[in-house]
């Protein structure tokens, strides 16, 4: 819910405890009003979305069908593949994220086993090894330039 339509929430709970409870149906009915409007509101948005995507697609079909139409075709799939590569680029947090987090989804289980199936001051090194080579990829990985679009 938005910060507005929780200050309204707020504001007719304080309401509520200030005008008694003769106003209890009078405040829960313009609660539900509000909370349906904003219900409304963004299944409107997702509907539009839909819907776009929709005609997105059957404009493109349609484009396929006409065979004089292939730069036109081309254009939109161009415009649609910059959309994709637009949509990634805006989350490279999420990105960065990935390798850290399967290396050490990978890593610990099998420093388990190894310890578990070879106990030993060998064992030990070997695996101190293999985490400063995991960590060095990582921080390789971390401070590396993203590439150019």
């Known amino acids: 819910m938005a910060a ?7 504001a007719s709970v304080g309401a509520l405890q200030d005008l008694g409870p003769g106003y209890d149906q009078a405040l829960a009915e313009g609660l539900v009003e509000r909370i349906g409007a904003d219900i409304d509101k963004r299944i409107v948005a997702r509907l539009d979305e839909r819907v776009t995507a929709e005609v997105d697609s059957r404009l493109l079909v349609q484009l396929d069908r006409y065979a004089g139409c292939r ?3 081309r254009r939109a799939k161009r415009m649609l ?3 994709r590569r637009d949509k990634r680029a805006s989350h490279p947090e999420r990105q960065a994220l990935v390798l850290p987090i399967a290396s ?3 890593g610990l289980p099998i420093t388990a086993i190894m310890l578990a199936s070879h106990p030993g001051i060998a064992a030990v090194m070997l695996l101190a090894f293999i985490w400063v080579i995991i960590g060095g990829i990582n921080v390789a990985f971390a401070v590396r330039k993203p590439p150019k679009p």
């Open 81 to 83: 593949r910059a959309e």
């Open 71 to 73: 730069h036109q075709r």
């Open 104 to 106: 050490m989804a990978i």
């Open 4 to 10: 507005d339509s929780q200050a309204e929430i707020a």
